[in-house]
């Protein structure tokens, strides 16, 4: 693990321009899927909102770094995002269900408008974004960002608060009832979330030249934070980095080769994701980890043939009768 | 108004609560003694669970006071309530069906009364586990419990939040007649170690074996208060119950 991230440390000074922005991407991915599960895994209150507030971050980084220093912007935007986010949870965290799924989905695009007003308004369409910051840099804050987020939810996770996100998740009534100030764990929670968003849509913004409003809110942030979190496993730390690996892969694939072909992969994925692996990857990589079995592994790749009642073979299974259910194949 | 050193633990003093037109608690008064366990009892829908939402902040009076050991808890969220020693459990069985048997029951040890931090709160998860019946199921998943035993687990959480007051919302109910008498017997277990009880119960035996007051409710107010004897007896309940032509016969 440690030698790991050594290796992550020191990539910048054998890697070319291009290896290094693909890594850029990633970590960024890594930070945001872990924000996004951190609350919306725990309490499956599923937001769409993460758009908005990595364009809030952008904005934020926009006006800021012409006044402040870029780290000093930085976290400006991070405290943006929070008392964003925590302004929009104040109104919002009573709904439940879709209809939050909906109003977060609806939020991005309300910030989209409302800013695009309001810059109409100062005759400014888009904003210049004039730094030096390098992309070593860009790659190392991004390292630490990503980084960050997952120790950080993973520490939360074995303290009181995620228990009490945990307990809302599972019935919010009972954990009212049990002593837990849901409404104050939702909106820190949902804040702190948003803040990590906002941070990165800062750091990437550094790399733009120029931003306006719809390249800042962008819904596909959102669509894919969520895929990639869902495909990892939103019940663990490292779930979410473990799907937005191969989602950030994969879309830098199809983009270069089949660029107007990506959504379909990215809707197959979800598909698959529901009906195949509700939980995501991780109880997969979690159960082969624990039953690790040598002379098994040995058979199976002797024979050529997966045991009878395997992990996959049932998996597979479970997953077709799910779709035989739904569309009477 | 009950005070520090009056064997009054709640109070209840004309309680309203309107949905639109229908009054679902219309100006209901009544007190329940500290250490006893009290009965309220009354028809389907004469507002039992209305009342047992309005005292533990699920839902919000329109009216009246809600004094708890002299203190006023009228329109307090229900977290806070809980940390005021008032715990529930719920008329349809909750239990955190993805969450451990031992977490379900470390939840209420970790934001009740009395909070503890995660490890000490898992140690003491299981000795309320051992107390209610459940020793050794405390690393199964709550859903994968009998409809018993998730009772005894909701039970568990409840006493978990350290509560001077608990409030069984029909927490006997369903249970076969084996059942019933452990039932019976560990809420009499609870109720010895100085815990107050308030339990909405439909189950006349254990009313009669448990309750030392009755308070009856129809259509929202209250018709009846007193021994179980006195109020099983007494025509207005009957009435009630029965409706006036099987009451006269």
């Not at chain 1, 007003?117 to 030096?132: M, P, Q």
């Not at chain 1, 199809?254 to 990506?262: A, D, I, L």
């Not at chain 1, 990215?266 to 040598?294: E, K, N, Q, W």
Request: hydrophobic share 50%.
């Amino acid at each position: 693990m440690a030698l790991g991230t050594i290796v992550l440390v020191l990539l910048p000074l054998f890697a070319s321009n291009y290896v290094l922005s693909l890594f850029i991407l990633l970590y960024a991915y890594v930070a945001l899927a872990t924000a996004w599960a951190f609350f919306s895994g725990a309490t499956r209150y599923i937001s769409l909102a993460t758009a908005a507030f990595f364009g809030v971050g952008i904005y934020a980084l926009a006006i800021a770094h012409v006044y402040l220093s870029i780290p000093l912007s930085l976290l400006a935007a991070a405290v943006v995002g929070f008392l964003v986010a925590a302004v929009v949870g104040l109104s919002t965290l009573r709904l439940r269900g879709v209809y939050f799924v909906v109003f977060t989905f609806g939020l991005t695009e309300l910030v989209h408008q409302v800013i695009n007003w309001a810059e109409i308004k100062n005759r400014t369409v888009t904003r210049y974004i004039f730094t030096d910051v390098s992309n070593v840099s860009i790659y190392q804050t991004l390292l630490a960002a990503a980084l960050l987020s997952i120790v950080g939810s993973w520490y939360v996770s074995r303290t009181r608060l995620g228990f009490a996100l945990r307990a809302i998740g599972e019935d919010e009534t009972v954990a009212r009832h049990t002593g837990v100030n849901t409404t104050m764990v939702k909106i820190l929670c949902f804040a702190a979330s948003a803040s990590v968003m906002a941070f990165v849509g800062a750091v990437l913004a550094l790399r733009y030249s120029y931003i306006d409003a719809s390249i800042a809110f962008n819904n596909t942030w959102s669509f894919q934070v969520l895929i990639a979190a869902l495909l990892g496993g939103a019940g663990r730390a490292w779930g979410p980095a473990v799907g937005a690996i191969p989602l950030v892969l994969l879309s830098e694939y199809f983009s270069g080769t089949f660029p107007r072909h990506f959504p379909i992969a990215l809707g197959l994925c979800f598909v698959v994701i529901v009906y195949f692996l509700p939980g995501g990857i991780t109880p997969l990589i979690l159960r082969a980890y624990h039953s690790f079995d040598a002379s098994r592994m040995l058979r199976v790749l002797r024979t050529g043939r997966l045991p009878e009642g395997s992990e996959l073979a049932g998996r597979f299974r479970a997953g077709v009768a799910r779709l035989n259910g739904r569309w009477k194949i | 108004m009950a005070g520090p050193g009056d064997n009054i633990v709640l109070s209840v003093r004309d309680l309203r609560k309107a949905f639109g037109g229908l009054v679902a608690v219309r100006d209901l008064s009544f007190d329940v003694h500290s250490g006893g366990i009290t009965g309220l009892i009354g028809p389907n829908g004469s507002g039992k669970t209305t009342v047992l939402n309005l005292i533990t902040g699920e839902l919000r009076p329109d009216n009246g006071a809600i004094l708890f050991r002299g203190e006023d808890i009228f329109g307090w969220p229900a977290f806070r309530i809980c940390r005021a020693r008032i715990a529930r459990t719920f008329q349809l069985v909750r239990v955190l069906p993805h969450m451990t048997v031992r977490e379900n029951v470390m939840l209420g040890r970790m934001f009740g009364s009395e909070p503890r931090e995660p490890t000490r709160a898992a140690r003491e998860a299981v000795t309320l586990l051992e107390r209610v019946g459940l020793a050794g199921r405390d690393m199964l998943q709550g859903g994968q419990l009998t409809y018993i035993d998730q009772k005894r687990l909701e039970l568990a959480r409840a006493l978990a939040c350290r509560p001077q007051l608990l409030l069984l919302d029909e927490w006997l109910a369903g249970l076969n007649p084996t059942e019933l008498q452990t039932g019976i017997e560990l809420i009499r277990v609870i109720r010895r170690e100085g815990i107050t009880i308030v339990m909405i119960e439909h189950v006349m035996e254990a009313i009669r074996a448990l309750c030392d007051r009755v308070v009856v409710m129809n259509a929202g107010e209250r018709i009846a208060v007193g021994t179980p004897d006195a109020v099983l007896s007494d025509a207005a309940v009957m009435r009630a119950y029965l409706g006036a032509d099987d009451a006269a016969a």
